[in-house]
């Protein structure tokens, strides 16, 4: 079994920034990636960002690439998503999941566990 819980969401304006963070408890060593995702009302969940624990590979949605950085501390057991020149289309639930096939899914159905969210809102 693995937690996930999220923080870090709140109240910003049009291109400020946020960092979200995501910490991980439990059986983490069966879970090979991690990946960010969003929720706006009336929208279905929405890939952001995925991260590997082990080496360097990312990726990203293409709303987000350059906007938005996923990073991970192993030894935390944390992984954090680093949002910039934020918009109000960013606004959402961010959720953090985490999935134990190989490679970056993009897929919500390929995630195993998810946080509660965390409410992001970008205000005009």
């Known amino acids: 079994q693995v937690q996930l819980v999220e923080s870090g969401g709140g109240l910003v304006q049009a291109g400020g920034s946020l960092r979200l963070s995501c910490a991980a408890s439990?059986?983490?060593?069966?879970?090979?990636?991690m990946g960010w995702f969003r929720q706006a009302p009336g929208k279905e969940r929405e890939f952001v960002a995925v991260?590997?624990?082990?080496?360097?590979?990312?990726y990203y949605a293409d709303s987000v690439k350059g906007r938005f950085i996923i990073s991970r501390d192993n030894a935390k057991n944390t992984v954090n998503l680093q949002m910039n020149s934020l918009k109000p289309e960013d606004t959402a639930v961010y959720y953090c999941a985490a999935a134990a096939v190989f490679g970056l899914p993009t897929y919500s159905s390929e995630y195993d566990y998810w946080g509660q969210g965390t409410q992001v809102t970008v205000s005009s």
């Open positions: 991260i590997r624990w082990r080496g360097d590979r990312t």
């Open positions: 439990g059986r983490t060593f069966s879970s090979h990636a």
